[in-house]
């Protein structure tokens, strides 16, 4: 593939090897999966195939990219593409306010703003802005990689896969590193609740039952007043009677909801309201005691009637 006539980027199919002229100008050189550019090269090749893309949008792009590969704006200007030369502008030590270096930051909550930022532009260009539920949780799980990875995937996100991608860089690596090093929130917003998800039979719910006290199956017409009450007949009326989800929040059990993903959309945001930290809940008069303990693991498949069903609120496990 060339672009704009002057570099060539192109991926091997027998290899996998991307081989280009973008990192010399003049000739071509190869790379391979492992190698610290290789996913940066392979994003860039994805950008540049798609043909809603305007060239100038692709120069802007490719622009960013290229300052995510190489740390001198002067060898970044030499491999732009349609880029006039500026003036060459000479930084004296007294030029240069010592406070701009992020190495000598000393204000912990400008560096964090600088963080939170920098986040927001890595993900940028896949039309997705980072929640403060979205941050929180990367700030508490163990593998960052793996989390976003599933937090898309789960989504049936059309970027998916460029984002597997290009979280693989050392500039994901580096923000999430400034991440763990903040003070951690006082709260973990994403503790009760995970999501196992895969194709049909790969033991999701046989796993989910093995960690959980109770379990509901979970259908498209379960409104959360279905989630929260029983009925039963005495006498010839309707008696409210407990759910199981509400039994395991008063008794601090884990609960498996199977096929989680079937629920419509005001249930979802239900459980995502019972599953933030809170400790106590009022519902239609009641006053309910969440106890240590409680926990929602959701089972789904990936796929139902050809797309999915967002998860976004959950940590997420493939099976």
């Known amino acids: 593939m060339k672009i704009n006539k002057k570099y060539n980027i192109k991926k091997e199919n027998r290899t996998n090897d991307i081989i ?85 930051e000393t204000n912990p909550e400008e560096l964090k703003k600088r963080t939170v930022e920098k986040l927001m532009d890595f993900f940028s260009e896949f039309n997705f802005s980072p929640s403060f539920r979205f941050t929180n949780t990367l700030a508490f799980v163990t593998d960052a990689n793996e989390y976003v990875a599933n937090y898309f995937a789960i ?3 059309q970027y998916a896969g460029e984002i597997a991608e290009k979280i693989k860089s050392l500039e994901f690596t580096d ?26 039979g790969t033991g999701k719910t046989t796993q989910a039952i093995t960690e959980a006290d109770r379990c509901v199956v979970c259908s498209s017409d379960m409104l959360p007043t279905d989630l929260m009450q029983n009925f039963a007949f005495s ?20 609960i498996v909801l199977d096929e989680i993903n079937m629920l ?32 929602i693991i959701g089972t789904m498949n990936l796929n139902v009637g ?14």
Not at 47 to 64: C, P
Not at 278 to 284: A, F, G
Not at 311 to 318: E, N
Request: net charge positive.
């Open 20 to 104: 280009t002229n973008l990192m010399t100008g003049y000739r071509l050189e190869r790379y391979r999966p492992g190698d610290t550019r290789y996913s940066e090269l392979y994003r860039i090749l994805k950008i540049m195939k798609r043909r809603s893309i305007t060239v100038s949008l692709k120069n802007k792009l490719l622009e960013r990219a290229l300052e995510r590969i190489f740390t001198d704006p002067e060898d970044i200007q030499k491999r732009l593409i349609q880029v006039e030369p500026e003036p060459e502008v000479v930084y004296t030590q007294t030029s240069v306010p010592e406070s701009s270096s992020p190495e000598v």
């Open 155 to 157: 989504q049936d996100h």
């Open 175 to 200: 923000i999430i590193s400034k991440i763990k090093n903040f003070n951690k929130p006082s709260n973990e917003i994403n503790s009760r609740m995970k999501i196992y998800y895969g194709e049909p």
């Open 235 to 254: 006498e010839g009326k309707a008696e409210f009677q407990k759910s199981d989800l509400w039994k395991a929040m008063e008794n601090g059990e884990v």
């Open 264 to 295: 419509p959309f005001e249930s979802l945001r239900f459980l995502q309201g019972i599953t933030d930290g809170k400790n106590e809940l009022d519902y239609k008069g009641f006053h309910i005691e969440i106890k240590k303990g409680f926990q």
């Open 306 to 319: 050809g797309s999915s069903n967002e998860c976004s609120f959950t940590s997420c496990r493939q099976m």
